[in-house]
């Protein structure tokens, strides 16, 4: 019998058997806990482990549910048989006869961490033996999380000076604090950590050796839960299956979990990591023409969901991990990753690009102390699209110039879901370019502010009640069900199948969706400014996406020949030949708003004024210490945007109210902002 027989014959046996079980019984059910990135709740698709399990066994024709509990209360549970099994594990002798472990699937990156301004006479680039590193590190103060699995070698060697810590957020704090010399952490948890809780030690850390040991992850199948045995042959049958079909190396992808970083033969590799969306889909479609007009460059994408670009590129640069030598990037991180010196200054320009062309706003958006960070691909605003032919069946109309009380008229009036049509769409899943953009510029609307002249935060206050309470009501009382999870691609397909009467986003989704090879509703489109509550200031974003150059990339030369060309007027061209004048990206060159460009597409002057009349910095009706009107230009806010924007999902979800969901909201906002020093604790009155 062959390989390929024998397989499917273990598979046969298997499913056939696991068919025998009741109904009940059919639906594998494993215990997990938080593990960032790799596996979490809020995550996309809840992390990698989480996708790479569920489709291993749907290879196999298995369904699978993964639930998340607190650690040891998931360790219990798996042990007595409560659920089938744990995920991510570590092979783990302290996990002795109970369970049986699947194959391995990949992990743990742990490497050495310490701080940049201390210099222990470890060279990051320096290439040390296992042997020589392990006796170099004798004299520090090492931080180990129990039952971290760090390498026999690590483990065996004598005179180790090894302080046992409880988690990696607190190893990270001791090292940071100075109460260890050396922090033992995986490399993305470590960056993730930085990201999404500690932004204060962004580029104040860097590995000394990124590759101390890889631990691999496993399912821990109980054995005091029906047959693990077949719930073991499954999944590895199942892995197997995603590993030849190459979804293995998709799925790590697609999370921004890759490693390797490697020149392909006789070619030099650029890689690039760019946001989801239709117009960096159509550069990625066009850019072989790059690659022939260049045959020396090889261009290596990683089109990333937007909350995962932006945690993978920040946390890329905030260890120094050079993983990467384009970034798609907008003029938050323009500001701060080139105040921090992560950012290539862009001086030297091809022939016949022509800067000058590039709009004044847009080109200072992406622009620190006059130096250039970054190239526009396209520029956006906000902007409220409606179908015409639902709006003139119910008999009413959509003004210039919206209102929030008509917007929520008008969800209510549209909403038939029987018929497959929701009133409203609108971003849902956390993030602060997420969730958060579109909520950010309602409470601005509702003449409310993230903080106030001294930067105490604003969230418990009447404006950001009155905002996620019409947020909440519209979603929940004319949205799609899950709200939680709409992003803008999925909301982009529900409008363009004509299931959203009303949808509040980027002008940038105006081609698409006039495109009638790609929009159903095309022919009834219809577009007004973005909604207005109180003032119309702050009631529209401003949004540039570029493409830079990390200061860390070995490859700046050739990465300034591919974003020059993907951002230069002879791209423009190419689109047009190719698909249309339509799909010329809006918003970044005075040359695109030529009399054939306004004449020939119906949006543009639409998109123009929408992008021209937004002001960061002037982005509310209170006076406050920052710019940017759809997020606040300060390092911390990545972290804290996304930390709010999950307790807005919460609120989405049933989980919080919104009185408490803004109560521990104002209360994380300030403990971040004392902690960055920001504010000081004020003496107690006497």
């Known amino acids: 019998m062959t390989g390929g027989l024998k397989a499917s014959f273990l598979l046969g046996l298997i499913v056939l058997g696991m068919g025998s079980q009741t109904d009940a019984a059919s639906t594998l059910v494993f215990a997990t806990t938080e593990r960032r990135p790799y596996i979490g709740e809020s995550l996309p698709n809840q992390g990698y482990v989480h996708q790479l399990v569920v489709e291993a066994y749907q290879r196999v024709g298995l369904d699978v549910e993964i639930r998340f509990y607190p650690q040891a209360r998931a360790l219990a549970m798996a042990r007595n048989g409560g659920v089938d099994g744990l995920l991510p594990i570590h092979a783990s002798s302290a996990l002795g006869s109970d369970f049986i472990l ?113 631990a691999d992850f496993h399912i821990a199948f109980s054995m005091a839960a029906g047959d693990a045995s077949k719930a073991h042959a499954a999944f590895n049958v199942g892995l197997q299956r995603l590993v030849e079909a190459g979804r293995l190396d998709q799925i790590l992808a697609y999370h921004g979990l890759v490693n390797d970083h490697h020149a392909a033969s006789g070619r030099t590799k650029v890689r690039i ?29 990683m089109v990333l969901d937007e909350p995962i670009l932006r945690l993978r590129t920040q946390a890329d640069l905030a260890i120094g991990d050079g993983q990467f030598d384009v970034m798609a990037i907008g003029p938050y991180e323009a500001k701060n990753w080139a105040d921090r010196g992560w950012l290539t200054p862009l001086v030297a320009f091809p022939e016949g690009y022509d800067l000058e062309d590039i709009i004044t706003p847009v080109r200072k958006a992406l622009s620190y102390r006059n130096r250039l960070y970054a190239l526009p691909l396209y520029a956006e605003s906000s902007m409220t699209y409606y179908r015409k032919d639902l709006f003139d069946q119910a008999g009413i109309q959509m003004p210039a110039a919206p209102s929030y009380d008509q917007i929520r008229q008008f969800a209510a009036q549209l909403h038939d879901p029987d018929a497959g049509v929701y009133g409203i769409c609108l971003r849902g899943r956390a993030g602060w370019g997420g969730n958060m953009a579109l909520v950010t510029t309602m409470v601005n609307s509702f003449g409310g502010r993230w903080f106030d002249e ?51 986003d980027a002008t940038s989704f105006a081609e698409p969706l006039s495109d009638p090879s790609r929009s159903a509703v095309a022919s009834n489109l219809g577009w007004a400014r973005a909604p207005v509550a109180r003032t119309a200031i702050g009631a529209q974003w401003l949004w540039v996406w570029g493409l830079a150059i990390p200061a860390f990339s070995n490859e700046k030369e050739h990465a300034m020949r591919f974003i020059t060309w ?9 689109l047009i030949e190719v698909e ?19 004449e020939q597409i119906p949006f543009a002057g639409a998109v123009y004024r929408a992008i021209t009349a937004a002001n960061p910095e002037h982005p509310t009706l209170k006076v406050v210490p920052y710019q940017g009107i759809q997020y606040v ?5 990545a972290s804290i945007g996304m930390r709010v924007g999950e307790k807005v999902e919460q609120v989405l979800k049933g989980q919080l109210g919104i009185e408490q969901a803004l109560r521990q909201s104002q209360a994380l906002v300030g403990e971040q902002m004392k902690a960055s020093g920001y504010l000081t604790i004020k003496p107690l009155r006497r």
Not at 131 to 154: H, S
Not at 488 to 504: D, K
């Open 633 to 637: 230009d300060i390092p911390e806010f």
């Open 580 to 598: 249309g004048r339509q799909s010329v990206p809006p918003g970044t060159r005075h040359s695109t708003y030529s009399h054939a460009y306004l």
């Open 454 to 504: 001294n930067w105490n935060p604003t969230l418990d206050t009447s404006a950001w009640h009155g905002a996620l309470g019409l947020y909440r009501e519209l979603l929940l009382n004319h949205g799609p069900p899950d709200p939680h999870l709409l992003d803008y691609n999925r909301i982009l397909t529900l409008f363009s199948e004509g299931h959203c009467a009303i949808w509040i």
């Open 566 to 574: 993907a951002t230069s007027p002879a791209y423009s061209e190419t």
């Open 273 to 301: 990591a760019a946001v989801d969306n239709p117009h960096v889909r159509t550069l990625k479609r066009l850019s072989h023409r790059f690659e022939q007009m260049n045959p020396d460059i090889e261009l290596e994408w």
């Open 102 to 214: 699947s194959a391995p699937f990949p992990g743990d990156r742990v490497g050495l961490l310490k701080k940049k301004d201390r210099s222990l006479g470890l060279d990051s680039g320096a290439v040390l033996s296992t042997e020589d590193l392990l006796e170099t590190l004798k004299p520090f103060r090492i931080g180990v999380v129990r039952g971290a699995l760090t390498g026999r070698q690590f483990d065996q060697t004598a005179g180790l000076n090894k302080e046992l810590i409880s988690s990696d957020a607190l190893n990270l704090e001791k090292l940071y604090r100075g109460r260890i010399d050396l922090a033992v952490i995986d490399k993305f948890t470590a960056a993730d950590l930085m990201v999404s809780q500690f932004p204060q030690m962004i580029g104040q850390l860097e590995f000394v050796h990124s590759s101390l040991a890889e």
